[in-house]
């Protein structure tokens, strides 16, 4: 399986962006997939998580801002931010678990980056 991410780039404080991830050989209908993002220097944070039940967890600091949702297609997991922050800039990873609930990363993207100014 491989997960290619796309839709990072700049914005400013306050818009929006939608970040996708395709895989590759696989549908992601039974694994729980996620969304991590990483800052240099400061420890990796899932922002959220979507289990194979479709079922969906966040982090506190992007509650109520970011929903993560799987595509129609069954191979595509999106992620919508809105009300973004500067504090959200990082790269972000499309990451799979090795099972339908989260028992740690499996595969990851290569990631997109996201800069809020």
């Known amino acids: 399986v491989q997960l290619v991410e796309s839709g990072g780039g700049s914005v400013q404080a306050g818009g929006s962006l939608r970040l996708s991830c395709v895989a590759s050989?696989?549908?992601?209908?039974?694994?729980?997939m996620a969304w991590l993002r990483q800052v240099p220097g400061k420890p990796r944070e899932m922002v959220a998580r979507i289990d194979s039940d479709g079922s969906a967890a966040y982090s506190d600091s992007v509650k109520g801002r970011f929903t993560i949702s799987k595509g129609n297609a069954k191979n595509t997991l999106f992620l919508q931010m809105s009300s973004l922050k500067p504090d959200d800039t990082a790269m972000y990873y499309c990451v799979t678990s090795i099972s339908g609930t989260w028992a740690g990363p499996n595969r990851w993207g290569r990631g997109t980056q996201v800069t809020v100014s």
């Open positions: 050989g696989n549908t992601l209908t039974s694994s729980c």
